[in-house]
């Protein structure tokens, strides 16, 4: 079956120091990887996918992806963090043998991030 | 440039009342996604269009009905409505079924049943 685990309910990071937000799935083919921020009160904005290729996807907001095939992993990460990338993040993937576009999401992680 | 637009933004209801929201997908998207956001909770798949016909289905419940016009633009009707109703609904749209590209989200039409 496919899943998405997102181990963290919450992630605290003091402003300035790198962030990762955890992801790991289970598909039974190819994995199509998103991950999208959720403001409060807002809707769902992508900001990065892993389809093929290189590894290390850069995506908006100077937010990375890495794709780890062997570990099934897909964290976000960036470098330095700012207040406000405080938001609720959602992992997703999607089998890219699946017939329809049915993507698979996490539980979601909050961020916070603490000036 | 042009996103895609749910309305009405907010929306208040009373139990066994008909609610209707409408979806404007980005233009030339020929997709649309409806999904259903519970406080705290991950975004729940209701049911999808492609070309005007239904592509796939989650987990709608009975008294939901949508459809996508012409226009491509969709909406979903809900009826008999229940307090468990109350969520955040969330239009998407993408290019083409199948494809690798990411959905883009409306903001999303916050339904209170009382």
């Known amino acids: 079956a496919q899943s998405v685990a997102q181990p963290e309910d919450q992630v605290n990071v003091a402003e300035g120091n790198p962030l990762t937000v955890k992801c790991t799935y289970s598909v039974s083919g190819n994995p199509y990887l998103f991950w999208y921020v959720q403001y409060p009160n807002r809707g769902l904005q992508f900001l990065l996918k892993y389809i093929t290729g290189d590894n290390l996807v850069k995506g908006s907001y100077g937010f990375e992806a890495e794709f780890n095939k062997s570990q099934t992993s897909f964290h976000l990460k960036k470098p330095s963090a700012l207040v406000s990338d405080s938001a609720l993040y959602f992992c997703?993937?999607?089998?890219?043998?699946?017939?329809?576009?049915?993507?698979?999401w996490g539980a979601g992680t909050k961020l916070i991030i603490k000036p | 440039a042009a996103g895609v637009i749910q309305s009405p933004r907010h929306l208040i209801k009373e139990k066994r009342e008909t609610a209707t929201l409408k979806c404007y997908p980005i233009?030339?998207?020929?997709?649309v996604y409806w999904y259903q956001q519970g406080p705290g909770q991950d975004p729940q798949f209701l049911i999808s269009?492609?070309?005007?016909?239904?592509?796939d289905k989650g987990s709608i419940p009975d008294r939901f009905s949508a459809q996508q016009f012409s226009d491509y633009h969709s909406e979903l009707n809900m009826s008999s409505l229940e307090l468990g109703d109350s969520a955040l609904y969330f239009c998407?749209?993408?290019?083409?079924?199948?494809?690798?590209?990411?959905?883009?989200f409306g903001e999303g039409s916050r339904l209170t049943v009382l």
């Open positions: 997703a993937v999607r089998d890219a043998g699946d017939s329809n576009y049915q993507l698979i």
């Open positions: 269009f492609y070309e005007k016909m239904q592509s």
């Open positions: 233009p030339r998207h020929d997709t």
């Open positions: 998407a749209s993408s290019l083409g079924l199948g494809n690798t590209g990411e959905l883009f």
